[in-house]
T-cell receptor
Framework: DTGVSQDPRHKITKRGQNVTFRCDPI?????LYWYRQTLGQGPEFLTY????????KSRLLSDRFSAERPKGSFSTLEIQRTEQGDSAMYLC?????????????FGPGTRLTVT | LAKTTQPISMDSYEGQEVNITCSHN???????ITWYQQFPSQGPRFIIQ???TKVTNEVASLFIPADRKSSTLSLPRVSLSDTAVYYC??????????FGTGTRLQVTL
Protein backbone atom coordinates (compact mmCIF):
# COMPACT_ATOMS: atom_id res chain seq x y z
CA ASP A 1 0.00 0.00 0.00
CA THR A 2 1.59 3.23 -1.20
CA GLY A 3 -0.84 5.52 0.57
CA VAL A 4 -2.55 6.57 -2.65
CA SER A 5 -6.14 5.36 -2.84
CA GLN A 6 -8.51 5.19 -5.76
CA ASP A 7 -12.22 4.64 -5.86
CA PRO A 8 -13.89 2.64 -7.24
CA ARG A 9 -11.50 -0.23 -7.95
CA HIS A 10 -13.74 -1.57 -10.70
CA LYS A 11 -16.42 0.07 -12.81
CA ILE A 12 -18.59 -1.51 -15.47
CA THR A 13 -20.66 0.88 -17.52
CA LYS A 14 -22.63 0.91 -20.73
CA ARG A 15 -21.46 2.82 -23.73
CA GLY A 16 -22.64 6.40 -23.64
CA GLN A 17 -22.78 6.69 -19.86
CA ASN A 18 -20.68 9.09 -17.81
CA VAL A 19 -18.28 7.84 -15.16
CA THR A 20 -16.23 9.56 -12.48
CA PHE A 21 -13.20 8.24 -10.65
CA ARG A 22 -11.62 9.58 -7.49
CA CYS A 23 -8.01 9.64 -6.37
CA ASP A 24 -6.77 10.51 -2.89
CA PRO A 25 -3.03 11.18 -2.97
CA ILE A 26 -0.59 11.06 -0.10
CA UNK A 27 -1.56 14.11 1.93
CA UNK A 28 1.68 16.07 1.74
CA UNK A 29 2.17 15.46 -1.99
CA UNK A 30 1.35 18.48 -4.08
CA UNK A 31 1.72 16.83 -7.51
CA LEU A 32 -0.92 14.42 -8.78
CA TYR A 33 -0.89 12.50 -12.05
CA TRP A 34 -3.40 10.47 -14.03
CA TYR A 35 -2.35 7.66 -16.37
CA ARG A 36 -4.23 5.14 -18.45
CA GLN A 37 -3.09 1.58 -19.07
CA THR A 38 -4.48 -0.89 -21.57
CA LEU A 39 -3.75 -4.61 -21.59
CA GLY A 40 -0.15 -5.44 -22.46
CA GLN A 41 0.94 -1.82 -22.57
CA GLY A 42 2.70 0.44 -20.12
CA PRO A 43 0.83 3.31 -18.48
CA GLU A 44 0.25 6.40 -20.65
CA PHE A 45 0.29 9.88 -19.19
CA LEU A 46 -3.02 11.76 -19.26
CA THR A 47 -2.63 14.86 -17.11
CA TYR A 48 -1.08 16.26 -13.95
CA UNK A 49 -1.75 18.84 -11.28
CA UNK A 50 0.49 20.98 -9.14
CA UNK A 51 -1.74 21.69 -6.17
CA UNK A 52 -5.08 22.70 -7.75
CA UNK A 53 -3.59 23.85 -11.07
CA UNK A 54 -3.78 21.49 -14.03
CA UNK A 55 -0.43 22.06 -15.68
CA UNK A 56 -0.35 19.62 -18.57
CA LYS A 57 -2.79 17.52 -20.56
CA SER A 58 -1.92 14.78 -23.01
CA ARG A 59 -3.41 14.66 -26.49
CA LEU A 60 -4.95 11.38 -25.28
CA LEU A 61 -7.25 13.45 -23.11
CA SER A 62 -10.08 14.15 -25.52
CA ASP A 63 -12.79 16.68 -24.76
CA ARG A 64 -14.85 13.87 -23.23
CA PHE A 65 -12.33 13.68 -20.40
CA SER A 66 -12.07 16.22 -17.62
CA ALA A 67 -10.02 16.21 -14.47
CA GLU A 68 -10.21 18.40 -11.42
CA ARG A 69 -8.35 18.81 -8.19
CA PRO A 70 -10.28 21.27 -6.05
CA LYS A 71 -8.36 22.61 -3.08
CA GLY A 72 -5.29 20.70 -4.16
CA SER A 73 -6.25 17.55 -2.32
CA PHE A 74 -8.20 14.70 -3.96
CA SER A 75 -8.74 14.60 -7.70
CA THR A 76 -11.53 13.36 -9.94
CA LEU A 77 -11.38 12.14 -13.51
CA GLU A 78 -14.65 12.18 -15.42
CA ILE A 79 -15.30 10.51 -18.74
CA GLN A 80 -18.42 11.60 -20.55
CA ARG A 81 -20.24 9.54 -23.18
CA THR A 82 -17.99 6.53 -22.63
CA GLU A 83 -16.85 4.47 -25.59
CA GLN A 84 -15.59 0.90 -25.69
CA GLY A 85 -12.11 2.23 -26.40
CA ASP A 86 -12.13 3.87 -22.98
CA SER A 87 -11.91 0.44 -21.35
CA ALA A 88 -8.63 0.47 -19.45
CA MET A 89 -7.01 0.75 -16.04
CA TYR A 90 -6.91 4.34 -14.85
CA LEU A 91 -4.01 4.98 -12.51
CA CYS A 92 -3.37 7.88 -10.21
CA UNK A 93 0.04 8.79 -8.79
CA UNK A 94 1.35 11.47 -6.49
CA UNK A 95 4.72 12.93 -5.59
CA UNK A 96 6.13 15.77 -3.57
CA UNK A 97 7.33 18.84 -5.46
CA UNK A 98 9.84 17.76 -8.06
CA UNK A 99 13.35 17.36 -6.75
CA UNK A 100 15.95 14.95 -7.96
CA UNK A 101 13.81 11.86 -7.49
CA UNK A 102 11.49 10.48 -10.14
CA UNK A 103 9.65 8.30 -7.67
CA UNK A 104 5.92 8.53 -8.18
CA UNK A 105 3.59 6.72 -5.79
CA PHE A 106 0.87 4.93 -7.69
CA GLY A 107 -2.54 3.91 -6.46
CA PRO A 108 -4.10 0.51 -7.21
CA GLY A 109 -6.02 1.85 -10.18
CA THR A 110 -9.63 1.84 -11.31
CA ARG A 111 -10.43 -0.75 -13.95
CA LEU A 112 -13.09 0.52 -16.35
CA THR A 113 -15.03 -1.81 -18.59
CA VAL A 114 -17.35 -0.24 -21.15
CA THR A 115 -19.90 -2.65 -22.60
CA LEU B 1 9.27 7.18 -30.77
CA ALA B 2 10.25 5.10 -27.74
CA LYS B 3 13.15 6.50 -25.78
CA THR B 4 14.12 3.13 -24.33
CA THR B 5 14.37 -0.42 -25.67
CA GLN B 6 14.29 -3.51 -23.48
CA PRO B 7 13.55 -7.22 -23.99
CA ILE B 8 9.89 -8.13 -24.14
CA SER B 9 10.25 -11.05 -21.75
CA MET B 10 12.72 -13.04 -19.66
CA ASP B 11 12.53 -16.28 -17.73
CA SER B 12 14.50 -17.23 -14.64
CA TYR B 13 14.61 -19.87 -11.98
CA GLU B 14 14.20 -18.97 -8.35
CA GLY B 15 17.47 -18.10 -6.65
CA GLN B 16 19.22 -16.88 -9.78
CA GLU B 17 20.46 -13.37 -10.46
CA VAL B 18 18.52 -11.62 -13.20
CA ASN B 19 19.96 -8.83 -15.32
CA ILE B 20 17.64 -6.77 -17.51
CA THR B 21 19.37 -4.47 -19.97
CA CYS B 22 17.80 -1.35 -21.40
CA SER B 23 19.06 0.63 -24.38
CA HIS B 24 18.60 4.39 -24.42
CA ASN B 25 20.84 5.56 -27.25
CA UNK B 26 19.36 9.05 -27.36
CA UNK B 27 19.44 9.78 -23.65
CA UNK B 28 19.74 13.49 -22.94
CA UNK B 29 22.37 14.98 -20.69
CA UNK B 30 19.86 15.76 -17.96
CA UNK B 31 17.91 12.48 -18.18
CA UNK B 32 18.04 10.08 -15.28
CA ILE B 33 17.52 6.33 -15.65
CA THR B 34 14.65 5.02 -13.60
CA TRP B 35 13.19 1.55 -13.19
CA TYR B 36 9.70 0.63 -12.09
CA GLN B 37 8.13 -2.74 -11.26
CA GLN B 38 4.49 -3.63 -11.84
CA PHE B 39 2.59 -6.65 -10.55
CA PRO B 40 -0.70 -7.70 -12.20
CA SER B 41 -3.65 -5.51 -11.25
CA GLN B 42 -1.45 -3.07 -9.32
CA GLY B 43 0.08 0.30 -10.08
CA PRO B 44 3.79 0.53 -10.92
CA ARG B 45 6.26 0.76 -8.06
CA PHE B 46 9.52 2.69 -8.15
CA ILE B 47 12.57 0.45 -7.78
CA ILE B 48 15.69 2.48 -8.38
CA GLN B 49 17.12 5.43 -10.26
CA UNK B 50 20.59 6.55 -11.25
CA UNK B 51 22.53 8.96 -13.42
CA UNK B 52 25.87 7.21 -13.86
CA THR B 53 28.06 4.37 -12.55
CA LYS B 54 26.39 2.09 -10.02
CA VAL B 55 23.52 2.51 -7.62
CA THR B 56 22.42 -0.13 -5.12
CA ASN B 57 19.50 -0.30 -2.74
CA GLU B 58 17.80 -3.05 -0.77
CA VAL B 59 15.90 -4.25 -3.82
CA ALA B 60 18.25 -4.02 -6.80
CA SER B 61 21.40 -2.66 -8.36
CA LEU B 62 21.59 -0.39 -11.38
CA PHE B 63 24.69 -0.39 -13.57
CA ILE B 64 25.23 2.50 -15.98
CA PRO B 65 28.28 2.61 -18.27
CA ALA B 66 30.15 5.82 -18.91
CA ASP B 67 28.40 6.56 -22.22
CA ARG B 68 24.99 6.15 -20.53
CA LYS B 69 23.51 4.64 -23.69
CA SER B 70 22.37 1.58 -21.78
CA SER B 71 21.71 0.44 -18.25
CA THR B 72 21.30 -2.89 -16.50
CA LEU B 73 18.93 -3.62 -13.67
CA SER B 74 20.24 -6.46 -11.53
CA LEU B 75 17.95 -8.44 -9.24
CA PRO B 76 19.89 -10.72 -6.89
CA ARG B 77 18.50 -14.17 -6.08
CA VAL B 78 15.03 -13.71 -7.49
CA SER B 79 12.02 -15.39 -5.95
CA LEU B 80 8.61 -16.25 -7.34
CA SER B 81 7.33 -12.94 -5.99
CA ASP B 82 9.64 -11.05 -8.35
CA THR B 83 7.50 -12.16 -11.29
CA ALA B 84 6.37 -8.83 -12.71
CA VAL B 85 6.81 -6.35 -15.54
CA TYR B 86 9.89 -4.13 -15.26
CA TYR B 87 9.99 -0.74 -16.97
CA CYS B 88 13.06 1.31 -17.85
CA UNK B 89 12.43 5.05 -18.17
CA UNK B 90 14.47 8.17 -18.90
CA UNK B 91 12.62 10.98 -17.15
CA UNK B 92 13.99 14.37 -18.08
CA UNK B 93 12.92 17.71 -16.76
CA UNK B 94 9.31 16.90 -17.54
CA UNK B 95 7.55 15.49 -14.53
CA UNK B 96 5.46 12.95 -16.39
CA UNK B 97 6.71 9.39 -16.82
CA UNK B 98 6.80 7.76 -20.26
CA PHE B 99 6.49 3.99 -20.03
CA GLY B 100 7.21 1.54 -22.84
CA THR B 101 5.91 -2.02 -22.87
CA GLY B 102 8.48 -3.18 -20.31
CA THR B 103 10.10 -6.57 -19.72
CA ARG B 104 7.89 -9.35 -18.45
CA LEU B 105 9.94 -11.43 -16.00
CA GLN B 106 8.68 -14.90 -15.18
CA VAL B 107 10.33 -16.66 -12.24
CA THR B 108 9.73 -20.37 -11.78
CA LEU B 109 10.86 -23.06 -9.36
Amino acid sequence: DTGVSQDPRHKITKRGQNVTFRCDPISEHNRLYWYRQTLGQGPEFLTYFQNEAQLEKSRLLSDRFSAERPKGSFSTLEIQRTEQGDSAMYLCASTPAVGSSYEQYFGPGTRLTVT
Amino acid sequence: LAKTTQPISMDSYEGQEVNITCSHNNIATNDYITWYQQFPSQGPRFIIQGYKTKVTNEVASLFIPADRKSSTLSLPRVSLSDTAVYYCLNPGTASKLTFGTGTRLQVTL
